[in-house]
T-cell receptor, first 114, second 109 residues
Framework: NAGVTQTPKFRILKIGQSMTLQCTQD?????MYWYRQDPGMGLKLIYY???????DKGEVPNGYNVSRSTTEDFPLRLELAAPSQTSVYFC?????????????FGPGTRLTVL | GIQVEQSPPDLILQEGANSTLRCNFS?????LQWFHQNPWGQLINLFY???GTKQNGRLSATTVATERYSLLYISSSQTTDSGVYFC???????????FGTGTSLTVIP
């Protein structure tokens, strides 16, 4: 049981490039989340999904896209990377919403846009 | 949205000392978690505690939901406790968690 895994661990992009951050969980969790963490700050929610085929925006969705075709995978797409997207990106999952919605986090992807 | 404030922002302790970290939130919450982010950036679940008190070894947490705060107690601190402690809350069944800005803890030998 690997929990939540993310790839890559590190990435450097040039302005205007695009990339996909991968997230997979093997806990059969319905809910998945993408957060970003800027230096010295807490995490902010980018997008979340309550099940396959269903996604919704969080606090800071601009510049990102997501899809959820399976329960296990929740990739985050960056189009036209900008320096403001330099951050550490965390994926998380939880079994369900409502009471008992305990989140489990992946190790993070450190992204630098130059 | 909900405001989540943590105090103190920074804390330096001698090994063996005790400490209390506080998380205040501005609205009723359905869920609350405490995390430890270690110096390598990994987020580690400490407690899922929307109300009541829980203990796990040297750590314990209490949430008083009606008064909109939660406390994390660390006793007999160790250098491995160093890192940043975050609380995160979910409110209004919106399926969105809001994080505080954290308490940075440094335990010196």
């Amino acid at each position: 049981n690997a929990g939540v895994t993310q790839t890559p661990k590190f990435r450097i992009l040039k302005i205007g490039q695009s990339m996909t951050l991968q997230c997979t969980q093997d806990m059969n969790h319905n809910y998945m989340y993408w957060y970003r963490q800027d230096p010295g700050m807490g995490l902010k929610l980018i997008y979340y999904s309550v099940g396959a085929g269903i996604t919704d925006k969080g606090e800071v969705p601009n510049g990102y896209n997501v899809s959820r075709s399976t329960t296990e995978d929740f990739p985050l797409r960056l189009e036209l990377a900008a320096p403001s997207q330099t951050s550490v990106y965390f994926c998380a999952s939880s079994i369900a919403g409502g009471r008992g919605n305990e989140q489990f986090f992946g190790p993070g992807t450190r992204l630098t846009v130059l | 949205g909900i405001q989540v404030e943590q105090s103190p922002p920074d804390l330096i302790l001698q090994e063996g000392a005790n400490s209390t970290l506080r998380c205040n939130f501005s609205d009723s919450v359905n869920n609350l978690q405490w995390f430890h982010q270690n110096p390598w950036g990994q987020l580690i679940n400490l407690f899922y505690i929307p109300s009541g008190t829980k203990q796990n070894g040297r750590l314990s947490a209490t949430t008083v939901a009606t008064e909109r705060y939660s406390l994390l107690y660390i006793s007999s601190s160790q250098t491995t406790d160093s890192g940043v402690y975050f609380c995160a809350v979910e409110y209004n069944t919106g399926n969105q968690f809001y994080f505080g800005t954290g308490t940075s803890l440094t335990v010196i030998p």
